[in-house]
């Protein structure tokens, strides 16, 4: 069975940090492409950042840049998501997906295109 388990979220005042993780499970995690999508409430999914399942290249979204850092540990099929600098407009919940596809060059793939996601976990950011 196919897991993706988030962890991480929570509350954290403005300007602060958090951490997030992805436990990945039920597929050869190393050959696939790895994403983290967030969705506010009353707004579309969308993606933040994407890291490569080869040379770990990855891709981040102009919103996030500067500020939020993908990684991936395939020893331990793990993804994580360091967020610096979090502003209010962070606040949503944040989705771990993974797909096989891979992803263009400083893009992130659209969300209908990947194959497993997450549950989400929560991040709320106060001013």
């Known amino acids: 069975e196919v897991q993706l388990v988030e962890s991480g979220g929570g509350l954290v005042q403005a300007g602060g940090s958090l951490r997030l993780s992805c436990q990945a499970s039920?597929?050869?995690?190393?050959?696939?492409?790895m994403c983290w999508f967030r969705q506010a409430q009353g707004t579309e999914r969308e993606g933040v950042s994407c890291?490569?399942?080869?040379?770990?290249?990855?891709s981040s979204a102009e919103f996030v840049k500067g500020r939020f850092t993908i990684s991936r540990d395939n020893a331990q099929d793990t993804v994580s998501l360091h967020m610096n600098n979090l502003k209010h407009g962070d606040t949503a919940v944040y989705y771990c997906?993974?797909?096989?596809?891979?992803?263009?060059?400083?893009?992130?793939?659209?969300?209908?295109?990947?194959?497993?996601w997450g549950k989400g976990t929560p991040v709320t950011v106060s001013t």
């Open positions: 997906s993974a797909t096989y596809d891979g992803f263009l060059a400083e893009s992130i793939p659209i969300p209908g295109s990947m194959t497993y």
């Open positions: 039920g597929f050869r995690f190393a050959s696939w492409a």
């Open positions: 890291i490569t399942s080869g040379d770990g290249t990855s």
